[in-house]
């Protein structure tokens, strides 16, 4: 069991505490107007990718040595039509880069809220998170923490991975936006 | 009912192709040391990357008018890292560049061979074809040709989108590679 705190009590935030509590963990959630608790060993930054850099850089010394979860994808939401990170980086590296002595690991962006709180893709298969992180231990803590709660985890590999995430989790996301899928369906996977 | 022409004679050419000829298309193949023929209307590209770049640039002229399908995944083989056109490209984006009057349509590439030839993912969930092209009626010709061959066929927008297509390809790649999945799982796509 571990102590969680998730920023964002939006879907995303409440569909991941919701696993972790169901794995039973001990989950705090932040709201963007609340004062910042002590913080849980591993933090989920379940908000839009720029207030994920916000709060990165108001907090680069609290996270130190802690793990810190990226679940975001950093769409233009104007257009649509691309990515706002640079195309041979991603939100996960650049919150890197702001937190160095984080254990920044990707993950939950691969799987729309519906399916992490369902458990299920298109109601009909086991959701799937993909882990990105240098740090192997990192990984192994939030597969640890998610054990028992209903969803898979799947190591996805070192954090330069998280630009290939990021781009399943965009095109996705373009699917649903134009109708080829549902927000309760999307990318199942197949051992 | 179309003509089809496959560069390629792998386990890639042989598992497209056996889904054209399936669906009732008149295919014809060509390794890499036959005589190329008279071209179909369709054309799938089943060679690795390099090759198809090769296939392409000896091609420009026959090339124009056709439906031209780009079914690579451009990975450094050497390091498995990374991929060897630029970030902020594609494989199909450059293959369009080179043959710029050929309706380029990239497909196949987000579906392992054994999962093109079973038409199931994980021998569970019919196994849907990703598209991504400029022209609709291109698209609509490879739906159309693949209708009755037992797979899906799902549109994924413009030509721009092939870069998260090679990036979902290659993280497929990398996760089978690690053994996470097998080569005949994968990505299933649910509706």
Redesign the interface.
């Known amino acids: 069991m571990a102590a969680i705190t998730i920023f964002g009590k939006g879907n995303m935030g409440q569909a991941i505490g919701g696993n972790f509590e169901a794995a039973g963990n001990q989950v705090t959630y932040v709201g963007s107007h609340d004062q910042v608790p002590a913080l849980g060993a591993i933090i989920v930054l379940a908000v839009p990718y720029a207030a994920a850099v916000s709060i990165t850089e108001s907090h680069t010394d609290e996270f130190a040595g802690k793990v810190v979860v990226d679940v975001t994808n950093p769409l233009n939401f104007d257009t649509w039509?691309?990515l706002v990170v640079?195309?041979?980086s991603s939100a996960a590296a650049i919150l890197a880069d702001k937190a160095p002595q984080a254990k920044v690991v990707k993950a939950f962006n691969t799987t729309f809220a519906g399916t992490l709180a369902a458990k299920q893709?298109?109601n009909?298969?086991p959701t799937t998170v993909?882990m990105a992180a240098d740090d192997a231990d990192a990984k192994k803590a939030l597969a640890d923490a998610l054990d028992g709660s209903g969803l898979v985890t799947?190591?996805?590999?070192?954090l330069?991975?998280a630009?290939?995430?990021e781009?399943?989790g965009?095109?996705q996301m373009?699917?649903a936006a134009?109708e080829?899928?549902?927000w309760t369906?999307?990318?199942?996977?197949?051992?």
């Not at 799947?154 to 070192?158: E, F, L, R, Y």
């Not at 369906?185 to 051992?191: A, D, M, S, T």
Request: aromatic share 10%; no cysteine.
């Open positions: 039509d691309e640079p195309a041979d893709i298109g009909d298969h993909l799947m190591d996805a590999g070192s330069k991975r630009r290939e995430m781009a399943f965009f095109l373009t699917l134009s080829q899928i549902g369906g999307g990318f199942g996977i197949f051992k």
